[in-house]
């Protein structure tokens, strides 16, 4: 059973930076594609970045291209999200996601494809 764990949320101030970390158990972390995505209140989840599975290709959605940056670690079995000039809209809780397969187009960026999610870290950008 795949098991994922966020970590490194928190509170920062508008401008500041945080390093977002979730780590794999229970698969062989480098055949999943990863993703990251966010739900704040009363909002959908949305996408926030994905990358292949050797950390070849990212993808991200255009209101973080600049200020988000998704890396992987294989040995580590950790996939990252360094978040920088943060914004208080960025606030909202934090998901990893896992996909075993490789997408194309929309898929790329859809919640549907992952089939194994974390339990999800806060992060608040004060104004």
């Known amino acids: 059973q795949v098991q994922l764990a966020e970590s490194g949320g928190g509170l920062v101030q508008a401008g500041g930076s945080l390093r977002l970390s979730c780590v794999m158990s229970g698969r062989t972390f480098s055949t999943y594609r990863m993703g990251w995505f966010r739900q704040a209140p009363g909002k959908d989840r949305e996408f926030v970045a994905r990358?292949?599975?050797?950390?070849?290709?990212?993808y991200y959605a255009d209101s973080m291209k600049g200020r988000f940056t998704i890396s992987r670690d294989n040995a580590k079995n950790t996939v990252y999200l360094r978040m920088n000039s943060l914004k208080p809209e960025d606030t909202a809780v934090y998901y990893c996601?896992?996909?075993?397969?490789?997408?194309?187009?929309?898929?790329?960026?859809?919640?549907?494809?992952?089939?194994?999610w974390g339990q999800g870290t806060q992060v608040t950008v004060s104004s």
């Open positions: 996601a896992a996909d075993p397969h490789a997408c194309s187009g929309y898929d790329c960026y859809a919640t549907s494809v992952y089939d194994y």
């Open positions: 990358i292949t599975n050797r950390g070849g290709q990212t």
